[in-house]
């Protein structure tokens, strides 16, 4: 159980264009989802924050109008990186709770953002 | 006062060893402190977590060690095999739906 998936897995875009980035929580539901992005060989770095059905609340210097985050429902969340850039190039990943209920957090898998 | 400071950066080890790793906390209402196991290109995986109302636990061949004075608390993988070779991150939280705070990681290499 507790189980995370991403869509994509990969994306190769244009510099300019955006990018959506699921993540579903496959059998339990989550009322809360993180986002982290990660660059080579460092630490998880923490996005934003969202809980179903309100608006995400993001980390200190992330643009939220840049990274636009829904979590329309309690097993989706999406990322969608507006206008890509080269410098938006890194590894994100979801991870979801089940809430007060349970403490841990379960990680997807990645999708790997490649701007050229 | 966030901050979660783990070392080594890096641990190579003989098969069979039993690497360390040791992460230490400032925040004293942290209260869930787990463990992940990386791979390259994919996600973190929760190996083993305590709470501080414990000073041991173990799962396997994974083991955390918790010092709630010191503030610190530690892996020790038992056996250590090749497939162990991963970059492990401690981490902490405050119960509830808050994010966890991340140590920078240490890389394993297990040798045969």
């Known amino acids: 159980g507790a189980v995370v998936s991403q869509h994509p897995s990969w994306v190769i875009c244009k510099s300019g264009t955006s990018v959506k980035i699921e993540c579903r929580s496959l059998?339990?539901?989550?009322?809360?989802m993180f986002w982290y992005r990660q660059f080579p060989k460092q630490s998880l770095m923490l996005m934003a924050t969202?809980?179903?059905?309100?608006?995400?609340?993001?980390e200190q210097g992330v643009e939220k109008d840049k990274f636009l985050i829904n979590h329309a429902s309690l097993t989706l969340s999406t990322l969608t990186v507006t206008s890509a850039h080269p410098e938006d190039s890194s590894f994100y990943i979801c991870s979801a709770s089940f809430g007060l209920a349970r403490i841990e957090q379960f990680f997807g898998p990645g999708t790997r953002l490649t701007v050229l | 006062q966030q901050q979660v400071k783990q070392s080594p950066q890096s641990l190579i080890v003989q098969k069979g060893g039993i690497p360390i790793i040791n992460c230490a906390y400032e925040?004293?209402?942290?209260?869930?402190f787990p463990w992940y196991q990386q791979f390259p290109g994919k996600g973190p995986a929760l190996l083993i977590a305590?709470?501080?109302?414990?000073s041991e636990k173990k799962e396997g061949r994974f083991t955390i060690s918790f010092n709630k004075s010191a503030k610190q608390f530690s892996l020790h993988i038992m056996d250590s095999q090749p497939g162990d070779s991963a970059t492990y991150f401690c981490a902490a939280s405050i119960r509830g739906n808050t994010p966890l705070v991340f140590g920078k990681g240490t890389r394993l290499s297990v040798i045969a």
């Open positions: 305590i709470r501080p109302d414990v």
């Open positions: 969202s809980n179903e059905g309100s608006k995400a609340t993001y």
């Open positions: 059998d339990f539901q989550a009322t809360t």
């Open positions: 925040n004293t209402a942290f209260d869930y």
